[in-house]
């Protein structure tokens, strides 16, 4: 049974959309005749995702993929959760989840999990066919969750872990809306400056035989520059972002771009604070849902963004999986944070794991966010500084010719 997309008038002739399950596009069409709706189109709903690391997908591909918030996601996890718990039919709880979507994308999602649950096949094995939503941390704790009996806790935690994650999200982009803002109103005071201000004051001077000073040639240059070729800003612009994408296509430079980033002031500080808070965090619930710690250590290690730290993980798995320690293998990669370290060896010394890997979380999340904000704090105020030296600079090459032309006067 699949998931079918329509159009169809009703009694009076109004187009309604909507979703309907059912074996056949034919089937369909009957229950849509049922309900006094005649068909216009009825197409399978086809949504179901490549592999999303396929290399010969062009880039632009992903962009078509189902994919939904983290919001959206973690309500839908945690209906799901309440329903399994109260001791629903899985494909009852999912088809109720599906009534209660809003969005057509969600509820055209959750049928087609239903569908592959109806097939026989594992909760965890329809949600891998989308791994753009749910991605392979979601699908094991899942796949594990089924197999010790425990769907409905481990659904409940899948939600909690997705809402701190959204949480996070939200909060990194509220720091960053005031400089992006800053930003934005620097650039577009300078461009008016130069564009609209700049030629009718010294426009002037052109008819003059008085030798400008250099200062002033350099502005009038560049304000001439943005005034007839501005879209060559434009072109260079897109093409540094199109070459920057294609030259971090490569692994190899974009482990080297990474290993920069780990050795940059305040952006290290970030990177590493943001990806070991997601990895502990991973790997905690991981652990709790039953998933083995080798497992555990290869999935949480996907989460990490930085190939720099993805191939310490992967390090820190082969050290375990030879028989060490999780804080030893984590002290001998020299990336992750000493706290981090410590707090894992109590969890081991201590039987407690679980809860020592939840508060290194914790604490690199709180780490994270003060190091955002020693950031900003030193971003905004040299950004002001910058735009007011080139405000400054405007300035004075106006002024200087009519200080010498008046010096001349005198």
Request: include cysteine; glycine fraction near 6%.
């Amino acid at each position: 049974m699949s998931a079918f997309s329509y159009k169809a008038l009703d009694a009076k002739g109004k187009m309604v959309k909507g979703l309907l399950e059912g074996d056949s596009e034919r089937q369909v069409r009957s229950q849509l005749r049922s309900r006094q709706l005649k068909p216009v189109s009825v197409t399978e709903s086809n949504e179901k995702s490549a592999k999303a690391n396929d290399k010969n997908t062009p880039f632009y591909a992903n962009w078509f993929k189902p994919r939904i918030s983290q919001s959206d996601l973690a309500l839908v996890t945690r209906q799901l959760a309440t329903l399994v718990q109260s001791n629903m039919p899985l494909d009852e709880a999912l088809t109720a989840t599906a009534q209660q979507a809003r969005k057509p994308r969600i509820k055209s999602l959750i049928l087609q999990v239903r569908a592959r649950v109806l097939e026989g096949h594992s909760l965890a094995y329809g949600l891998g066919d989308f791994p753009l939503v749910f991605n392979e941390m979601y699908c094991s704790m899942v796949k594990a969750g089924e197999h010790a009996g425990f769907l409905g806790t481990v659904l409940e935690q899948l939600a909690d872990y997705t809402e701190s994650s959204q949480y996070t999200q939200q909060k990194l982009k509220g720091a960053m809306i005031y400089p992006i803002i800053l930003v934005v109103l620097s650039v577009g005071v300078i461009g008016i400056l130069m564009v609209f201000v700049v030629p009718d004051l010294v426009g002037m001077f052109k008819h003059t035989n008085q030798k400008l000073p250099v200062l002033t040639q350099m502005v009038i240059a560049t304000s001439d520059f943005f005034t007839e070729k501005w879209w060559l800003v434009i072109v260079f612009m897109f093409a540094l972002v199109i070459s920057a994408q294609q030259f971090l296509k490569s692994p190899a430079r974009r482990k080297v771009w990474h290993g920069l980033l780990l050795k940059m002031p305040f952006i290290s500080g970030l990177v590493t604070s943001m990806d070991t808070a997601r990895f502990a965090s991973t790997l905690s619930i991981l652990t709790s849902s039953g998933v083995p710690l080798l497992d555990g250590l290869r999935i949480a290690g996907q989460v990490l963004s930085n190939l720099r730290l993805r191939e310490a993980s992967k390090s820190v798995a082969i050290s375990v999986q030879e028989g060490g320690s999780l804080h030893r293998a984590l002290e001998q990669a020299e990336v992750f944070p000493p706290m981090m370290v410590h707090m894992v060896a109590s969890g081991e010394a201590s039987g407690e794991l679980e809860t020592m890997l939840t508060r290194s979380a914790t604490n690199q999340q709180r780490e994270l966010e003060m190091t955002l904000g020693n950031l900003m704090a030193i971003l905004e105020p040299l950004m002001i500084v910058v735009m007011a030296v080139i405000v400054c600079t405007i300035v004075f090459a106006i002024l200087l010719p009519i200080i010498e032309m008046n010096n001349l006067i005198t």
